[in-house]
Structure formats: structure tokens, C-alpha cells
């Protein structure tokens, strides 16, 4: 049996039920990583999956030319540019992110792949160190982009976690997902960050974007893209968090990750392709 | 990917207040009828849609889409929260008509309490009519007229022990029937 509702009933149940939970956040609740917890979680998993590895694994190919153990000398190249940044050297601020690596990468040929390893790990050490106790919020300038520290770390989670991937996937290993303390500052910021691959894919088209990220650590986010607008079009987007953080990493093309979609769907696409814009390889 | 159930609850979970307004938009009319096949009267039908949503959106976990649908989950919630408020209404009003039977220079029930008392009685009346005559005696004396089980034995003729089991079913039947009307729901 159905019945007609009593005017105002709706109202009085939304209001009823955003006192006992806001919008947007999901349950069960998770904890959530601080900026250095989650780059401290990725840096382990990474060397945990390195510490994995057969001898032969090393030498696979696994991205542009660089085999695995290049890659890790390519990580390696970063996290001293990374601790330059930290220490105010300019000279970092808007060198390529390959090129300023690429030496690093190369040096590693030849080398026995344990030392490349434990380099790794002592350099991802030291930039922990280097921002334990500092100024989260501190302006940092590298490869091209001004980032508080905060934010800086987060990204570096997110590229660990995209290369721990990238050979795991060389290896014939399953993919590995962050836990979800660490899913949440990684959504957080690539939600952030999701108007400014906006503006670097030419989305100028104003569009309010209700994202919902799916899964353990997921939550939902509303963000305006596009030129702003007091009437920007309206488009739902719902996806599994950890396909979407694939798509921010731009290891999953938009039309690949599995999305249902309100509104009009030629925006959505040019809004996931937007989320993939600021990847760095 | 469609917008099945197990998507709905994904997005529950995720805290998708638009969700929730489209689960409400298409369920809460049942729920309503629901809850008014159970509770006959619109105010308490109204306070457990809003119970059933609000657990929905405080414990979306708690829904598995394998064990059936959303809208099966909701309407099982409303039945358990109309039935809990007749069963607390009962009680209730058990527990006043003693008390004003224990103090007769008492100043009685205000208007509202005997509009209140009323509806419930109205609401609860035809469930407790469908008893067989055993069982209904034996929850009228229990519940509105106090008597212990000793006392029910007593007045009835019966042994203590089959007093007991008799309100006992009494109960089980009453739930049972209030139940069915709302399982009789189309």
C-alpha cells in the first residue's frame, strides 16, 4: 500500500536526517592519514612490493624506457629534488619532471638492484625527515608546480602508489590499493585539484559536478568546474574511489573506468578527462 | 553501471545526500502506507518514516542488497518501528489506566492524554479483537486491569503456569496479526 505524503514530511525527514550525518561524508567512517602518514604508508608498500621483486624483475620494461630498477632510480632523482624544493632551492621550481630525473634513472644501470633499493629508501627517508616538524602549509615550488607542503606530500603518495603499481604490473603482480586512512587525503586533494586540470584541458563550460567516489575510504564532494557561472550545468558523477584515484594517476582512460552518470554525458567525459590532466609520469 | 540497489546503498555509504532524496521520492509513500496499515493514525505513521530514513542514512551499512531490496529493508524497518511504537503505546496506557484506578481523588487524564489514550485504543483495539477469547481475557486482566499472573490464574480458573503461556501467546499473536495487516499490503 502506498499513500500520499503529508505536506512538509519530506522536508521534515531531510533536515531529521543531516542532523545526525552531514552530506558528503561516508560511513563507516575511516580515519584519515595526515599528509606525512599517507606519503610515510605509500613509501612502505613501495618498498615492500621493491623488496618482492626476483632478480630478473628488475630489468623488466615498465615505463617510457626506463625498467624497473630505472624507475626507481627515476624516484629516487625526485625525492632529492623534492627535499631542494623543501630547502628553498629555486633551481627545482620549474625543471621537468622527467628530464630533472632522468640522470638519476640512468645512473642506476648496472648497479645490483638491492643498493638501487635501499638508495630509494634512505631517500624517501630523508624527505620525511626533512618535513617532520615543518610548516605543512609552506608554499613549495617543484617541476612546475607551487604546492603547500601539505598538498606536496599527498602527491608524492599518489605517484608511489601509481609506480608500486606500474611494477607490480611489469611483474605479473596483482594491483595493490591504499588503505582507506590513506584513500581519504588522496580524494581530497584530487578533488581539490579537479578545476585546475579544468582549466589545463580547456573545460571552460561552467558545470557543478556532484562526485561521488565509491568504497572504503570514498566520500562525496560537490565542485565547481569551468568558468564560473551563477548557472552552471548540472552533472552527477558516481565511480568506485580507487577507479577514480587510477584516473587522477591517468593509469585508466575515462571511457575504461565504470561510471554512472546524471546529466549530460559528453560533459562527463570532458570532466574525467580533466581529472587525468595533472598526472605526472 | 545502473542505478540498482547495490549502487544506491554505495552511495548511501558514500554520503550522497541526492541519493537519498531519490530513495525517498521513491519508497517513503510506501513506507507511509506501511506504517498507517500498522499505526492507523497519521502523526505516529509520520514520526516512523522519519525514523526509518534516518536510520537508512546513519546506517546505510546495515542494508545488504544481496538479502533483498531496499524497498523490502525499509518496509520490514517500518513495520519493526510501528509495531515497537503500538507495543510502547500499549504499555503506556496499561501503565496510566492503573494509575488513575490507584488514585481516585487524582485530578484524572487531561484532555489530551484521553485524545491520545483514545487514538491508541482505536489503533490497538482491532488487533486485540482478532485473539481468541482465552488469550484476550487473560491481556486484559494483565494489561488493564494489573493483575499479576497469580491474580490472572485466579479470576480465570486456571493454573498460574498456563496463565502465563496464555498471555505469552497472546502477545506472540498479537504481533503476529499486526504484522500480517501490513504484509497484507499491496
Not at chain 1, 606519503?39 to 608498500?45: E, L, N, Q, R, S
Not at chain 1, 630525473?101 to 634512505?122: C, I, K, M, Y
Request: net charge negative; glycine share 8%; hydrophobic share 45%.
Amino acid at each position: 500500500m502506498t499513500a500520499s505524503l503529508p505536506a512538509g514530511l519530506r522536508e521534515r525527514v531531510m533536515a531529521a536526517t543531516h542532523q545526525v550525518r552531514q552530506a558528503g561524508q561516508s560511513v563507516p567512517e575511516v580515519s584519515e592519514d595526515s599528509p606525512a602518514e599517507a606519503f610515510g604508508h605509500a613509501a612502505d608498500a613501495f618498498y615492500q612490493t621493491l623488496c618482492s621483486l626476483t632478480g630478473d624483475d628488475w630489468g623488466l620494461p615498465v615505463l617510457r624506457d626506463l625498467d624497473v630498477q630505472g624507475l626507481v632510480g627515476h624516484l629516487i632523482g625526485v625525492e632529492d629534488d623534492v627535499q631542494r624544493a623543501l630547502a628553498g632551492d629555486p633551481g627545482v621550481a620549474s625543471t621537468d619532471h622527467v628530464q630533472s630525473t632522468q640522470p638519476a634513472a640512468l645512473r642506476q644501470a648496472g648497479r645490483p638492484t638491492a643498493g638501487t633499493r635501499e638508495d630509494w629508501r634512505h631517500a624517501a627517508d630523508r624527505t620525511l625527515a626533512a618535513v617532520t616538524g615543518g610548516d605543512l602549509d609552506a608554499v613549495v615550488a617543484l617541476h612546475g608546480f607551487p604546492l603547500r607542503v601539505r598538498d606536496l606530500l599527498v602527491a608524492r603518495t599518489f605517484e608511489l602508489w601509481t609506480h608500486e603499481n606500474d611494477i607490480r604490473t611489469a611483474a605479473g603482480l596483482s594491483l595493490a590499493a591504499p588503505a582507506p586512512s590513506t584513500l581519504r587525503p588522496m580524494t581530497r586533494l584530487a578533488t581539490a585539484l579537479l578545476p585546475f586540470g579544468a582549466v589545463f584541458t580547456d573545460l571552460h563550460e561552467p558545470v557543478s559536478v556532484h562526485l561521488v567516489l565509491t568504497g572504503p575510504g570514498g566520500g562525496t564532494w560537490d565542485v565547481a568546474v569551468g568558468d564560473p557561472s551563477p548557472e552552471p550545468a548540472a552533472l552527477g558523477i558516481v565511480t568506485d574511489v580507487v577507479g577514480f584515484c587510477r584516473l587522477f594517476s591517468n593509469r585508466i582512460a575515462p571511457a575504461d573506468l565504470d561510471v554512472f552518470v546524471t546529466g549530460d554525458p559528453r560533459l562527463a567525459r570532458s570532466v574525467l578527462t580533466a581529472a587525468t590532466a595533472l598526472a605526472l609520469d | 553501471m545502473e542505478p540498482t540497489d547495490p549502487l544506491l546503498a554505495a552511495r548511501l555509504a558514500a554520503g550522497d545526500d541526492h541519493a537519498l532524496a531519490e530513495v525517498f521520492d521513491h519508497l517513503a509513500p510506501t513506507v507511509y502506507g506501511a506504517a498507517l496499515r500498522v499505526l492507523g493514525e497519521g502523526a505516529a505513521a509520520q514520526d516512523v518514516v522519519q525514523d526509518v530514513f534516518v536510520e537508512l542514512w546513519s546506517h546505510p551499512d546495515r542494508y545488504d542488497p544481496k538479502a533483498g531490496t531496499l524497498g523490502t529493508y525499509l518496509i520490514v524497518l517500518a513495520r519493526h518501528r510501528a509495531v515497537d511504537l503500538v507495543r510502547s503505546e500499549l504499555r503506556r496506557l496499561a501503565r496510566q489506566e492503573r494509575h488513575y484506578r490507584l488514585t481516585p481523588e487524582g485530578p484524572g487524564p487531561t484532555p489530551s492524554d484521553a485524545v491520545t489514550a483514545a487514538d491508541t485504543a482505536d489503533a490497538v483495539r482491532a488487533a486485540v479483537r482478532l485473539l481468541p477469547d482465552d488469550q484476550r481475557q487473560v491481556v486484559e486482566l494483565a494489561y488493564f486491569q494489573g493483575l499479576s499472573y497469580r491474580e490472572v490464574a485466579l479470576a480465570t480458573g486456571i493454573p498460574e503456569g498456563t496463565a502465563k503461556s496464555r498471555l505469552r501467546l497472546a502477545l506472540a499473536k498479537l504481533e503476529s496479526a499486526l504484522d500480517r495487516q501490513l504484509l497484507e499490503s499491496p
